[in-house]
């Protein structure tokens, strides 16, 4: 059988959003799974899997950056570039469970 652009679209969203595999999918659904699976990696070489982001999209932490928790009278400032461990250290010291 042959099928239009529109009705693979409709069959490759619907299986995308199944969560199943093509081959599963397909005989579920009354396709023939070659053809189904060939579809599938049709769309698979047109969509990149990964993006490059240029490092100059990415903001650098200024300084002056920071956050702020507050938990009752106690306000901390918090600068955005603190390591983990010294974050976890200063929010066990003011009773923050982490």
């Not at 507050?70 to 918090?78: A, N, P, Q, S, T």
Request: glycine share 8%.
């Amino acid at each position: 059988m042959h099928y239009s652009k529109e009705e693979k679209a409709m069959w490759l969203e619907d299986w995308h959003q199944s969560g199943k595999k093509a081959w599963a999918y397909a005989k579920e659904n009354g396709l023939i799974p070659q053809t189904f699976c060939s579809w599938t990696k049709e769309i698979t070489k047109t969509k990149p899997g990964f993006v490059e982001v240029p490092a100059k999209a990415i903001a650098p932490i200024l300084p002056n950056q920071e956050i702020v928790i507050e938990k009752g009278e106690v306000k901390l400032h918090i600068p955005l570039g603190i390591g983990s461990s010294e974050l976890r250290l200063i929010l066990g010291m003011v009773g923050v469970a982490v």
